[in-house]
């Protein structure tokens, strides 16, 4: 079964880089995926590679997958207070599923 | 328009009791699906609907029922709840089922207690 595992709580301080990891198990994972949660709301997506990517980038962020390793990795840069939040990497898995990590907690100090 | 709008916010209920919760969107997706997230923990899949046809049900018991009058509303149906059924219900959708990437866009949740 798939297992995507994701460290429970990164700190870092207004205007450096974050970088939250993620590994997962399943070798025929298609799509992988960067979710934002804030607190009491949804999910709102923030960027997708496919699998046969190894880098994407989108203005402050940048993601990297190494699939041999199966690790991905997402790159905030410049943080903002406004990027605290819960970020949750998922991967694809069949048509219709969305496999969710065990989410990162990133806090900014100001 | 790229929201999914999800009703009620906030529900308690019973054990006894039997409500709804409600789940709309206007994008022309044809995929449907409920997530539960407890506190702390990722959301978990409970159903897919795909064109307005259940398509998983991740063993979720039977005092759960979904439901999917067309293609843009998807209802929750619950019934004798025990208390560790409170959580957050979120609702998603996206273009198909059938492939893509498979963006899912999430809708705001509803939280549930269930005394």
């Known amino acids: 079964g798939e297992d995507v595992e994701q460290s429970l709580f990164l700190s870092v301080r207004e205007g450096d880089s974050s970088v939250i990891n993620c590994t997962y198990t399943d070798s025929s994972s298609t799509y992988l995926y960067w979710y934002k949660q804030e607190p009491g709301a949804g999910l709102q997506l923030l960027t997708y590679i496919f699998s046969n990517m190894d ?9 990297l997958l190494n699939k041999k390793d199966k690790h991905l ?36 100090i100001p | 328009d790229t929201e999914v709008t999800q009703t009620p916010k906030h529900l308690v209920m019973g054990m006894t ?40 049900n991740e063993s979720v018991p039977s005092r759960f029922s979904p439901e999917c009058p067309n293609s843009s509303l998807l209802n929750l149906h619950l019934h004798a709840l025990q208390p560790e059924d409170s959580a957050l219900y979120l609702c998603a959708s996206s273009q198909d089922g059938t492939g893509g990437h498979g963006e899912l866009f999430f809708g705001e949740g509803s939280r549930l207690t269930v005394l």
């Open chain 1, 73 to 108: 990795s997402l790159r905030i840069a410049d943080t903002q207070t406004g990027d605290s939040a819960i970020y949750f990497c998922a991967e694809k898995t069949g048509a219709n599923n969305l496999f969710f990590g065990t989410g990162t907690r990133l806090t900014v």
């Open chain 2, 17 to 56: 009791n039997k409500k709804s919760l409600k789940c709309e969107q206007h994008m022309g997706h044809r995929a449907m699906y409920w997530y539960k997230q407890k506190a702390k923990k990722p959301p978990e899949l409970m159903f897919v609907y795909s064109y307005e046809k259940l398509s998983i």
């Open chain 1, 55 to 63: 880098m994407k980038q989108d203005q402050r962020l940048t993601v």
